[in-house]
């Protein structure tokens, strides 16, 4: 069974930063790509981030755009999301998901971690 577990959110101020982990664990699985998406109590799930797990091309929504990055430690099976000047609108619960080989959206899902910006 493979498991997504995300770490890394909190409380912070509008302008801080704050690094994401999501580190896979349990049996192999290859993967495409993995991202980051976020959602918010009554709005639909976002997608913010995503990269190719072979490395490469990373891709970014236009609200994190320039502020956001993604990368991974493919060693650690692990991918990041540094999050620089961050807003109060980036308040949300982060999740992790994986795209697996042979499927056509991401079909691995962590549990999410927050993040709340104040003002």
């Known amino acids: 069974q493979v498991q997504l577990v995300e770490s890394g959110g909190g409380l912070v101020q509008a302008g801080d930063s704050l690094r994401l982990s999501c580190a896979a664990s349990?049996?192999?699985?290859?993967?495409?790509?993995m991202a980051w998406f976020r959602q918010t109590a009554g709005k639909e799930r976002e997608f913010v981030a995503s990269?190719?797990?072979?490395?490469?091309?990373?891709y970014y929504s236009d609200s994190v755009k320039d502020r956001f990055t993604i990368s991974r430690d493919k060693a650690q099976n692990t991918v990041y999301l540094r999050m620089n000047d961050l807003k109060p609108e980036d308040t949300a619960v982060y999740l992790c998901?994986?795209?697996?080989?042979?499927?056509?959206?991401?079909?691995?899902w962590g549990q999410g971690t927050q993040v709340t910006v104040t003002s």
């Open positions: 998901a994986a795209k697996g080989v042979g499927s056509s959206s991401y079909n691995y």
């Open positions: 349990g049996r192999a699985f290859p993967r495409i790509a």
């Open positions: 990269m190719r797990w072979s490395g490469g091309n990373t």
